[in-house]
T-cell receptor
């Protein structure tokens, strides 16, 4: 089974600053999908950004962007101009192109300091 | 439109009792997932339904766990003879399908299960 590793259990960032959350994964497949999900204290998981492995261009959604390094199997999330509402748990996830299952990392808890 | 809903939001039960957790997916979504989230852990896949296909039950931790999806819509996760290690948040998610961009999962708020 694929494994997804988030090596930073906790991170903090000053409001308006930039923070990068790390994610690495282990796979022998060449085609797959990667995701970042946000889980605020309300518990409801929300999709932040999605990347298709066959696309070389890094995905971007407003203040959120990824640095996808396929050879290194790395998929980091950059949050620019951090806002108080960005405080949450962030989960990295992997899905094979041929499978149904999503594999999630253990999460990074992000604190935004006013 | 309405998102994914789950009920109850919290459930406290005694060890050995059976519990049923309900998930109402977004209308028209053919794929439905159940996950378990223990304190400080990521999401553990439990079971997956896709349309009328046989469910993928490979993540169910024991035969005390079962799930069904009636009419391709509402799903119920049943845990029999609950144990304290079953205490967790149970999350349900649905997606339009599983192919391409349709695999975006929409999550419910979860059910927090506490087994005393």
């Amino acid at each position: 089974a694929q494994t997804v590793t988030q090596s930073q259990p906790e991170m903090s960032v000053q409001e308006a600053e930039t923070v990068t959350l790390s994610c690495t994964y282990d796979t022998s497949e060449s085609d797959y999908y990667l995701f970042w999900y946000k889980q605020p204290p309300s518990r409801q998981m929300i999709l932040v950004i999605r990347q298709e492995a066959y696309k070389q261009q890094n995905a971007t959604e407003n203040r959120f962007s990824v640095n996808f390094q396929k050879a290194a199997k790395s998929f980091s999330l950059k949050i620019s101009d951090s806002q108080l509402g960005d405080a949450a748990m962030y989960f990295c996830a992997y899905r094979s192109n041929t499978g149904n299952q999503f594999y999630f990392g253990t999460g990074t808890s992000l604190t935004v300091i006013p | 439109g309405a998102g994914v809903s789950q009920s109850p939001s919290n459930k406290v039960t005694e060890k050995g009792k059976d519990v049923e957790l309900r998930c109402d997916p977004i209308s028209g979504h053919t794929a439905l997932y159940w996950y378990r989230q223990s304190l400080g852990q990521g999401l553990e896949f439990l079971i997956y339904f896709q349309g009328n296909s046989a469910p993928d039950k490979s993540g169910l931790p024991s035969d005390r766990f079962s799930a069904e999806r009636t009419g391709g819509s509402v799903s119920t996760l049943t845990i029999q003879r609950t144990q304290q290690e079953d205490s967790a948040v149970y999350l349900c998610a649905s997606s339009l399908s599983i192919g391409g961009a349709e695999d975006t999962q929409y999550f419910g708020p979860g059910t927090r299960l506490t087994v005393l």
